[in-house]
């Protein structure tokens, strides 16, 4: 049986409302930190309020911004995402999607500290299905903590977040995200955010099914 969720956060950005809004309202920003948006498909319906809401409705499921400007240049985001579970997943929805949002709503803060309304594109990358896939990407990255610098697949950066399903790495020009979808029953997956002008999304999505493969086979 269907039944309703919610996911709430709150979060203050030390930046001003203008330039958070771009990030979360504009196709170029939603990429620098998240994924193009879906406002335009079929059977999604956006609504506008800048610099003060933005909301977007798709199928059973909708996600609201709320911005208000604080003191000191801080703006504080209220965040939610609400709709309907269908009746095949149970709590690992709540908490596979909660813990996304905690991922997203940090690589938003990297974002617009570390590369404000830098243009970016985004890609991503699969591995391939294996019992132990998650663990064999940990293993190929370092199994760092948060703060330790690594090399992989001829990037070098700095981990800016750690938990027990993601792995987030900063590098001088993007923004690369590990994700461990095992308890949905989906294999790992890279989501890279690049702010090099010129740089060709479907040659980083190569780059990261080849190296994703080949943790599978090590």
Do not use: C, K
């Amino acid at each position: 049986m269907s039944r309703p969720f919610e996911i709430r956060r709150e979060v203050a950005f030390p930046v001003p409302i203008e330039q958070v809004w771009r990030a979360i309202a504009t196709p170029e920003g939603q990429a620098g930190w998240f994924m193009p948006g879906p406002e335009g498909g079929a059977g999604v319906a956006a609504e506008t309020d800048p610099p003060n809401r933005f909301a977007v409705r798709f199928g059973t499921q909708a996600m609201e911004y709320l911005l208000e400007a604080a003191d000191g240049s801080t703006t504080v985001l209220r965040f939610v995402h609400s709709g309907i579970v269908e009746e095949e997943w149970g709590d690992e929805f709540d908490a596979m999607t909660s813990a996304g949002w905690h991922l997203y709503l940090h690589t938003l803060g990297q974002y617009l500290h570390h590369f404000p309304d830098r243009p970016a594109v985004y890609a991503e990358a699969e591995a391939p299905a294996a019992p132990d896939a998650w663990e064999r990407v940990r293993a190929a990255i370092g199994d760092p903590a948060e703060g330790d610098r690594v090399h992989v697949a001829g990037l070098t950066g700095t981990v800016d977040i750690r938990t027990a399903h993601h792995v987030g790495l900063r590098t001088a020009s993007a923004l690369v995200r590990f994700h461990d979808r095992s308890p949905i029953g989906l294999p790992p997956a890279i989501g890279h955010h690049d702010y090099t002008p010129g740089a060709d999304p479907m040659a980083l999505t190569a780059g990261w099914t080849a190296w994703l493969a080949a943790t599978q086979r090590s």
